[in-house]
C-alpha cells in the first residue's frame, strides 16, 4: 500500500502534472496532466519508475476510466533543440493543461522549478510523482505514451536499440550513433557523444 496523498489543498481542483523523456537523445518530452476524483483509491498507484511496465498500462487504462479529467501534450525535438528540454518540459505541461476538459484551479508540477500558467496557480513539489496520487497518475501517462511513440519509430530506426532505452543514452544508444550517425529524430542540441566531432550530421 503506498502513502500517497490525494490532494495538496482540498477545497479546489487540482490537477497533477509531470513529464517523460526529458534525459533523453532522441525523442519527444511527453508530459500529462491529471484531475483525479476527491475520492479516488489506488492502492498500486505509484511514481512510474517504481513499476513494472505492465503495471503502468493497467495504472493508465485505470486513469483515463476514472480521471475527472485527463490530457497528454508533447513537444517534439525540434522544439526541443530551439527553446531547450527545461522549457521544452514546461511547454508540454503547458499543452497537457490546454486540453483537460475541466479547469484546474491549482495546479501540482513535479520538480522545483515551473512556467506559470495563466490565471492557475500552482505549487512545485519535488520528487512529487512519489508523494501526490494525481502527479503519479500524470508520470504513468506521460511515460506510458512516450514508450508508445518510441516503439513507433524504433521500426523505422531499430539500429538505435529504441525498443529498449526508449531513447535514453544507454551505452548500446551511443555506440548506435557513433556507427550509423544520428537519425531525424535526434535532439541536435544534446551531447550525443562525449566528443561531439564524431557525430555524422
Known amino acids: 500500500m503506498n502513502d500517497l496523498a490525494l490532494y495538496l489543498e482540498k477545497n479546489r481542483i487540482e490537477a497533477g502534472c509531470d513529464e517523460a523523456g526529458r534525459g533523453c537523445l532522441a525523442g519527444p518530452v511527453f ?3 491529471v484531475i483525479l476524483p476527491t475520492n479516488f483509491s489506488n492502492d498500486l498507484l505509484n511514481d512510474s519508475k517504481k513499476l513494472s511496465e505492465k503495471k503502468r498500462y493497467i495504472l493508465r487504462e485505470i486513469i483515463e476510466k476514472e480521471a475527472l479529467a485527463w490530457a497528454v501534450g508533447t513537444v517534439d525535438h525540434q522544439e526541443i533543440d530551439q527553446i531547450n528540454i527545461l522549457n ?3 511547454l508540454a505541461m503547458h499543452r497537457a493543461i490546454d486540453q483537460l476538459k475541466v479547469k484546474p484551479e491549482h495546479l501540482l508540477i513535479d520538480g522545483n ?3 506559470p500558467y495563466p490565471k492557475i496557480e500552482h505549487t ?3 520528487k512529487g510523482d512519489g508523494k501526490f496520487l494525481s502527479i503519479a497518475a500524470a508520470s504513468i501517462l506521460a ?3 512516450r514508450d508508445d511513440y518510441m516503439l513507433s519509430i524504433h521500426k523505422e530506426y531499430s539500429n538505435y536499440d529504441w525498443n529498449s532505452n526508449k531513447g535514453y ?3 548500446k544508444h551511443r555506440l548506435a550513433i557513433r556507427e550509423h550517425g544520428i537519425t531525424p529524430y ?3 542540441s544534446f551531447g550525443l557523444q562525449p566528443d561531439q566531432m564524431e557525430l555524422k550530421f
Open 31 to 33: 508530459a500529462a496532466a
Open 88 to 90: 521544452a518540459s514546461f
Open 113 to 115: 522549478r515551473f512556467n
Open 124 to 126: 512545485c513539489i519535488i
Open 143 to 145: 511515460k506510458t505514451y
Open 169 to 171: 543514452p544507454t551505452k
Open 186 to 188: 535526434h535532439r541536435k
